[in-house]
């Protein structure tokens, strides 16, 4: 695995790619962009498809522009191909100009010519939407057997992934330059089919201009922490786990993954349910003495709050975390607790909720999740993991990363609470908060991947080393 940097792993949305192609022009004409986006759609198409009859639809704009280049090279390499045009493009403009150098057929704009070929090559509106896809467009994409997508699928809004009225299932989408959050984001990511990413010329010194807050979350975006020659059980961090009386399970599941992915010690407040966890893992500590008591021990400053807790729980031990200082990662029952009261969690360092429990918390995730999850994170100061087949990470700041690496197999009971585990073995390790919640999730799915198709959560902790390996790998 080959370590990548976090310019290359960074995300635009369709706004800032306007600002590329504004500052590119400076020194790279928008029309030899649009060259090589074209040629690079012919590239892929000759590459991954069959030959076969094409049809591009092309609207007026900018991707309309690429689709008629992408025409006019696959005809050059004896492909059968026509042109549809939703509106012509204005001939005084990059993509009229294009449009004017294919020189092949034009067809109607219909479903029946859609039907009629092998493939269509779909240019109609690219990642910048902002309308609802509606009408001709709409049954003319739905009429076809298998579609290329230039950009993005239209109908995709490329920088929440989600669906403009219609959006069509692509066999491939070829996108330029960087990846847009909606490439990265469900549900437009499952509509993509292959995912090309091409180089067009951009110059490097453009990109360094246009400063990006959401990344792809990969190795490279983060760096764990390394262990030295005099590293011990303290250096590498101390996680504490608040334990519950009716659901010892989930804090099980919680240490564990503490010390699979390297916590020098974790330690179970369990108070007067200490049986319920002393016949557990020999390597675990089980601490008796109430919670006032254990956080006089100062070198205890990574807490999780919440696997296992009731709600009566929750509030006896969270404002005490709270009020001394430690750092703190609230989940599951301490969300719960705080149900349609935000603020109460001011004051933590991390929070891991899934849709629902987002939803309990801060109000359902409406059409535009990536700013909801960061609007979250400002308004509680800590860092948002929010769960699912596309966790977004938060911070206050408003950096965002998206994980797709991981596996829908992860969605059974318990494996979030692995996660907090993870990633308070990270923060107690010294990571800051949002890198640590990176890094954790990342590890985790790296983890599912290596579990097999069909693991549950007391699978997990067991491929944490090796995923843990791995990111140590690609960071050179």
Same mark, same amino acid.
């Given at each position: ?10 995300? &635009? ?59 006019? &090279? ?104 960087? &990846? ?297």
């Amino acid at each position: 695995m080959q370590p990548r940097s976090p310019s290359s792993l960074s995300l &635009y949305t369709p706004a800032q790619m306007g600002e590329v192609d504004r500052l590119s022009a400076v020194n790279v004409p928008v029309s030899v962009l649009m060259e090589h986006a074209g040629r690079a759609v012919a590239r892929a198409i000759r590459r991954y498809e069959q030959p076969a009859r094409v049809l591009v639809l092309c609207g007026p704009g900018n991707n309309g522009g690429d689709g008629y280049v992408a025409a006019r &090279y696959l005809a050059a390499m004896g492909w059968p191909v026509a042109v549809a045009e939703l509106v012509p493009p204005k001939a005084n403009t990059d993509a009229g100009r294009a449009a004017a150098a294919f020189t092949g057929p034009r067809v109607p704009f219909t479903p029946a010519e859609a039907a009629r070929v092998d493939l269509v090559v779909d240019a109609v509106f690219g990642a910048g939407l902002s309308r609802d896809v509606t009408g001709l467009p709409v049954e003319t994409l739905k009429a076809a057997r298998r579609i290329v997508a230039i950009d993005i699928p239209s109908g995709l809004d490329g920088a929440t992934g989600q669906v403009r009225g219609y959006a069509p299932q692509a066999a491939m989408t070829v996108t330029f330059c960087r &990846y847009k959050p909606g490439h990265l984001l469900y549900p437009a990511h499952g509509l993509l089919g292959r995912l090309i990413l091409a180089d067009i010329g951009v110059p490097d010194a453009v990109l360094a201009s246009v400063p990006a807050n959401t990344w792809q979350n990969e190795p490279g975006l983060w760096k764990l922490p390394v262990l030295g020659a005099q590293s011990n059980k303290y250096t590498r961090g101390v996680v504490s786990i608040c334990a519950g009386q009716s659901m010892p399970g989930a804090t099980r599941l919680c240490a564990s993954g503490a010390r699979a992915a390297g916590a020098g010690l974790v330690r179970v407040a369990a108070g007067s349910a200490a049986p319920a966890y002393k016949l557990g893992q020999p390597g675990l500590i089980v601490d008796e003495a109430p919670l006032a008591t254990l956080l006089e021990d100062q070198r205890r400053h990574v807490w999780v709050c919440g696997p296992g807790l009731t709600e009566a729980e929750v509030q006896d031990a969270l404002p005490m975390l709270l009020e001394s200082g430690r750092s703190v990662l609230a989940d599951a029952g301490a969300l719960t607790a705080c149900t349609g009261q935000p603020d109460k969690l001011r004051g933590v360092s991390v929070i891991t909720p899934h849709t629902g429990e987002f939803a309990r918390v801060f109000g359902p995730v409406g059409t535009n999740p990536p700013e909801e999850v960061r609007q979250a994170a400002r308004q509680i100061n800590a860092v948002v993991v929010l769960k699912g087949a596309s966790t977004m990470i938060a911070a206050p700041d408003g950096r965002l990363a998206i994980n797709i690496h991981a596996t829908s197999a992860l969605g059974t009971a318990g494996s979030g609470d692995t996660l907090s585990g993870v990633i308070a073995a990270l923060l107690a390790a010294g990571m800051p908060a949002w890198e640590a919640a990176c890094a954790g999730v990342w590890l985790h799915g790296e983890a599912g991947l290596q579990s097999g198709p069909w693991p549950v959560a007391e699978d997990l902790d067991r491929h944490l080393g090796q995923a843990r390996q791995k990111a140590e790998q690609a960071q050179g």
